[in-house]
């Protein structure tokens, strides 16, 4: 009777311990994720870092919360899924914006191009960050002379280029009205 009884509430009490399991699972992969990700947030990088300013008045504006809204050419930077709502007319996108009293300049430029089939866009985006017009003082002081030749002072740029190439396409997927489905592809040049 005690092995029937013990039997009974071991199987009564089965669904419970299986949901106790898959909670001690999801709650020690949330503590690794977190755990994981608290190292990598501690330490900055800053190669490339100017790809990170963003693109486009109204995705600024938003603080950066353009990744479900963007639907034109700056989609390419935001997120290419939403390069295929661009269908029948071409879309471009420039931006200039100047960085600490107009030395550091940003500038942005994309292309969407929607191919035939008013599925699939291409998007192509040019991004530069850079400094123009640094002082090279290095031949300031004449060698010969030791005197200042201030005609010996010249001008040089530095600046990073970013080029980024986009896809978007519209899928049809049964039992899913649609979906939206983007890929891009990044390319630097620091110079």
């Known amino acids: 009777m005690s092995e029937y009884l013990f039997m009974e509430l071991f ?8 949901r106790m399991k898959r909670l001690k699972i999801i709650l020690l992969f949330t503590v690794f994720c977190g755990i994981s990700t608290l190292g990598i947030s501690q330490f900055r990088t800053y190669s490339n870092e100017f790809m990170n300013i963003g ?51 940003y500038d942005f430029l994309a292309a969407a ?29 004449d060698p010969q002379t030791g005197q200042l030749n201030y005609n010996n002072i010249s001008a040089f740029s530095s ?14 997927i049964p039992r899913i009205c649609r979906s939206l489905w983007g890929a891009m592809s990044k390319f630097f040049i620091g110079m």
């Open 11 to 18: 199987y009564s009490y089965q669904p419970l311990i299986n």
């Open 55 to 105: 693109a486009g008045a109204r995705g600024l504006g938003m603080g950066g919360a353009q990744v479900s809204s963007a639907m034109d050419a700056t989609a390419g930077y935001w997120n290419p899924a939403g390069l295929s709502y661009i269908r029948d007319v071409p879309s471009i996108s420039a931006m200039h914006a100047s960085y600490f009293s107009g030395i550091g300049k």
């Open 113 to 141: 191009i929607p191919l035939n089939d008013d599925k699939r866009t291409i998007g192509i985006t040019a991004i530069r960050f850079g400094v123009d017009d640094i002082p090279n003082t290095l031949f300031l002081v």
């Open 159 to 172: 600046a990073d280029y970013g080029f980024l190439l986009s896809y978007g396409q519209m899928l049809k």
